[in-house]
Nanobody, 130 residues
Framework: QVQLVESGGGLVQPGGSLRLSCAAS????????IAWFRQAPGKEREGISCISASAGSTDYIDSVKGRFTVSRDDAKKTVYLQMNNLKYEDTAIYYCATDISSRGRSMYCKNEARPQWDYWGQGTQVTVSS
């Protein structure tokens, strides 16, 4: 059974940093892409970052480029989202997800036009507040 578990959320002041983790079980994480999403109160869920198998490609939405960095440690079966210079508008529940069709596709995040995110974690709350 595939399971994704996020951790690392918390309360941080504007300009601060957090590192989120997405730990996977039930699948060989190194072969799959992982995407990060977030959902703020009253807003739709948005995809913010993606990392392909073997870290062959990464992608970010404009609002987090230069501030967030996605990486993976396949030996630990974990994908990370390093978030720096956090802003009030980054407050949201953050989720990780994977698409089983991404297996082995090192350029998935750049090339996949219609991802189907099959498995999701339960989310971790990030609150940016002074």
């Amino acid at each position: 059974q595939v399971q994704l578990v996020e951790s690392g959320g918390g309360l941080v002041q504007p300009g601060g940093s957090l590192r989120l983790s997405c730990a996977a079980s039930g699948l060989p994480l190194d072969e799959y892409a992982i995407a990060w999403f977030r959902q703020a109160p009253g807003k739709e869920r948005e995809g913010i970052s993606c990392i392909s198998a073997s870290a062959g490609s990464t992608d970010y939405i404009d609002s987090v480029k230069g501030r967030f960095t996605v990486s993976r440690d396949d030996a630990k079966k974990t994908v990370y989202l390093q978030m720096n210079n956090l802003k009030y508008e980054d407050t949201a529940i953050y989720y990780c997800a994977t698409d089983i069709s991404s297996r082995g596709r090192s350029m998935y995040c750049k090339n996949e036009a219609r991802p189907q995110w099959d498995y999701w974690g339960q989310g971790t709350q990030v609150t940016v507040s002074s």
